[in-house]
């Protein structure tokens, strides 16, 4: 009976890459639906019409790390990544037009440090805010006409039973990935919230926040242990595999961006793990072949996400395991057919970004957040 289980676990997709597609596929979705409805400016893709200031586009991540704590009156550099549980692209938010930082002016310091500096949304920061705030609720709900209600409310109760037992206080989101894509860039309260002060992080947690903090408590074991970020195995140790792979196909392969794999390829090719080559059939190309070293962190990757599967089996309980298995495998992972549907959504409008590049064939087996924007594949 164990080589039977044995075997079909190895057939199954890990736990860890279930949780990826789906929230990969939420995120997408509610990014395209922003893009649709904000007033923005791309570097590559221009910009909506009308007159006004539009900021940069950004991803669900940068609502989360940053603008969703953003109050009518402003807050405080520190409160806000206190209340976010990680750092976020303040720079960046700050030169896309969403928000400005100063000191208060109340402040009556010469030079008070920069975690007392006041966060405030520029106009056009406050309109994303009221664009992103219902748009959790907004495709939660297409997600129950799509798959179903039942199927919708059963992935939630399971992961919001996972969520309960994790213990660590975890952003809402996955981190912006720090040195070499580690997923490390999280913070701990260095003193409680004020009595009169609500936080928003006791409102009841949305579908994305359920995913990510399961799957960032799975991140944080595996790279506790690999010493390798899981964002590098999965979507790029993985899907080059034990022969020499074009670099040019791997976006394609690993469903995250060029930027993306190229930041991965370089840490991999510095650290002795891959090499990069003349790639034999094409004369201007190259490739990228996995050496000794990388080959046995591909293994180790492989072995490694199938043993914290069996560690939380014993740490939270083998039923929670399975229920939250079954729901994520009834959305994504036991079918053509259910990874065609769960992509569906992902569909973006005739005027987005995502419509003027390649469809991708694939979803990351790990999000590559980047600072870039926070897009999930590293857009």
């Not at 310091?109 to 920061?125: E, F, I, M, Q, Y």
């Not at 079954?326 to 259910?338: D, F, I, K, Q």
Request: net charge neutral.
């Amino acid at each position: 009976m164990e080589d039977e289980e044995a075997a079909r676990s190895s057939e199954r997709q890990p736990l860890s890459t279930l949780l990826s597609w789906t929230l990969v596929a939420f995120t997408v979705e509610f990014d395209n639906e922003f893009e649709h409805q904000a007033p923005h400016r791309t570097t590559n893709f221009g910009s909506t019409s009308g007159a006004g200031h539009k900021p940069w586009l950004v991803s669900l991540v940068m609502w989360t790390t940053c603008m969703q704590h953003v109050g009518p009156s402003g807050v405080s550099v520190g409160e806000m990544e206190r209340l976010a549980r990680t750092k976020t692209n303040l720079a960046g938010m700050e030169r896309w037009g969403y928000v400005v930082v100063a000191p208060d002016p109340a402040d009556s310091r010469p030079k008070p440090p920069a975690a007392d500096w006041v966060v405030r949304a520029t106009l056009a920061g406050q309109r994303a805010q009221e664009i992103w705030r219902p748009l959790f609720g907004a495709i939660e709900e297409r997600w129950r006409t799509r798959f179903g209600a039942a199927e919708v409310s059963q992935l939630k109760d399971a992961l919001q039973a996972m969520v309960s037992q994790l213990g660590a206080e975890l952003p809402d989101c996955l981190p912006i990935l720090g040195y070499g894509l580690l997923s490390d860039n999280i913070l701990r309260a260095k003193r409680p919230a004020p009595a009169d002060h609500h936080d928003s992080n006791d409102a009841p947690l949305s579908l994305a926040a359920l995913l990510a903090k399961t799957l960032l408590a799975f991140t944080r074991d595996f790279e506790r242990e690999a010493g390798l970020s899981l964002a590098i195995c999965a979507s790029v140790l993985r899907p080059i595999g034990r022969e020499a792979m074009p670099l040019r196909y791997l976006p394609r392969q690993s469903g995250v961006s060029k930027e993306a794999t190229a930041m991965a390829v370089n840490f991999l090719a510095k650290r002795g793990y891959a090499v990069v080559e003349a790639d034999a059939g094409a004369s201007r190309s190259k490739s990228l072949r996995l050496t000794a070293k990388g080959l046995t962190a591909l293994e180790s990757y492989h072995q490694l996400v199938r043993e914290i599967e069996r560690r939380w089996k014993a740490r939270y309980g083998e039923q929670a395991l399975l229920n939250l298995r079954a729901s994520l495998e009834r959305l994504a992972g036991v079918s053509e057919a259910h990874a065609k549907l769960l992509m569906s959504g992902m569909t973006p409008y005739p005027d987005g970004w995502r419509a003027a590049v390649p469809r991708p064939e694939t979803l990351p087996h790990q999000p590559m957040v980047l600072h870039r924007g926070g897009f999930p594949d590293g857009s």
